[in-house]
């Protein structure tokens, strides 16, 4: 499949503060067309000598519609800002919002509540439940909520991502390519405000993951989807809007539009 990668489309970059910056300053960048955002963003790992400041004062905006991939050497702080953004993990101090609402006050109910309604996650390993068919895995956040399935939209998501015929099938009797899928799927039918996705093509082999990558693309594309995405990759970077680069826990760069070797050359700088 070809990428459906346009670059007639408008593009919107992730606005970036400086470290120093105040909380009030960074607040204005709290607009209607935020998704996802945080504010002095600080998580600290462990006390005293040995403490390690793995998100150190990070103010970072994520716009609606948009494909982000956050980038940096392995120990750089960017799953752990992806986690902390989503909720799955604390931050030590400053706000994480999910559109108006500021994940970091919330208790783990209400965030279990937040992330099936407003988040949805691809993870490397897939974790799709093995007692399940496809279409289960696919529609179970929705059922956890008790909500109605909108089976035509169902329908056009798995159309899209060619499992279609695969719906009755047990996650062991699926290619991981195929899994993979699900898992979009899964993240996708709850029609989430964000997407975050770590290391999404990292157990694939390259024509999988290309065929994943086009499969995000499109969702940005077609559906206006909001995508975050945590990879080492530069072919990965290559389709995203923006390439936002992490080092030490702390925001060091930003290009748009971002090709493979601007990625590379990058890397190899923080390295």
Do not use: W
Not at 6 to 19: A, F, G, K
Request: charged content about 25%; aromatic content about 4%.
């Amino acid at each position: 499949m070809a990428s459906l990668r346009s670059d007639e489309r408008p593009r919107i970059l992730p606005e970036v503060s400086d470290n120093a910056a105040s909380t009030s300053q960074a607040a204005s960048v709290a607009e209607s067309d935020s998704v996802a955002r945080l504010v002095n963003a600080v998580k600290v790992f462990g006390e005293g000598d040995s403490a390690v400041r793995a998100i150190d004062d990070v103010t970072l905006s994520f716009k609606r519609g948009q494909f982000t991939a956050v980038m940096g050497p392995s120990g750089s702080g960017k799953s752990t800002m992806m986690y902390c953004q989503s909720g799955l993990d604390r931050l030590s101090s400053g706000q994480a919002f999910i559109g108006d609402v500021d994940v970091s006050t919330l208790s783990d109910n209400e965030l279990s509540v937040l992330r099936r309604s407003k988040m949805g996650f691809i993870f490397q390993s897939f974790h799709l439940v093995p007692a399940l068919t496809a279409r289960e895995n696919i529609t179970l956040p929705i059922d956890l909520d008790g909500h109605e399935v909108d089976q035509e939209f169902l329908a056009e998501l798995t159309g899209v991502l060619g499992i279609e015929n695969r719906l009755n099938n047990r996650p062991s009797q699926l290619s991981g390519g195929q899994r993979q899928r699900v898992a979009i799927a899964r993240a996708m039918i709850p029609k989430p405000e964000v997407i975050f996705a770590d290391e999404p093509t990292g157990a694939l082999d390259s024509k999988t993951s290309g065929e994943l990558l086009d499969y995000l693309r499109r969702a940005v594309d077609t559906l206006g989807q909001t995508i975050v995405m945590v990879t080492h990759d530069a072919v990965a970077a290559s389709y995203t809007d923006t390439a936002v680069y992490v080092q030490d826990g702390q925001l060091v760069g930003q290009a748009s539009n971002p090709t493979v070797d601007d990625v590379l050359a990058k890397i190899k700088e923080l390295s």
